[in-house]
Nanobody, 130 residues
Framework: QMQPVESGGGLVQAGDSLRLSCTAPARAFSSHAMGWFRQAPGKTREFVAGVSWIGKDTDYVDSVKDRFTIVRDIGKNTLYLEMTSLKPEDAAVYFC???????????????????????WGPGTQVTVSS
């Protein structure tokens, strides 16, 4: 079972911090690229942050740069999204996703398109009050 599972969502105030967690099978951390997406009501799913399968390269949507950090903890089989200075517009259901990779030629590639990913978690709700 390769489906990741998110946790850590909740209700916070604007300016607060929150850490989302995503657990996945160990083999996902050895060969899968990983990413966080979010979807607000009435909007399409949006790329938030991603990390290459080898774990050295990251990318973020402009709106969260300098506020969010994606972190992999291989020892705990967990991917984190550390969010600071949260804004009401950050409110959404956040999804963790993994993509089968492991290829040398894509070792530095961060996938930003939702259609690139193979496995998705059920999501965790983040609500930010103003």
């Amino acid at each position: 079972q390769m489906q990741p599972v998110e946790s850590g969502g909740g209700l916070v105030q604007a300016g607060d911090s929150l850490r989302l967690s995503c657990t996945a099978p160990a083999r996902a951390f050895s060969s899968h690229a990983m990413g966080w997406f979010r979807q607000a009501p009435g909007k399409t799913r949006e790329f938030v942050a991603g990390v290459s399968w080898i774990g050295k390269d990251t990318d973020y949507v402009d709106s969260v740069k300098d506020r969010f950090t994606i972190v992999r903890d291989i020892g705990k089989n967990t991917l984190y999204l550390e969010m600071t200075s949260l804004k009401p517009e950050d409110a959404a259901v956040y999804f963790c996703a993994t993509k089968i990779d492991g290829e040398f030629k894509t070792r530095s590639h961060v996938y930003t398109s939702a259609s690139s990913y193979d496995f998705w978690g059920p999501g965790t709700q983040v609500t930010v009050s103003s």
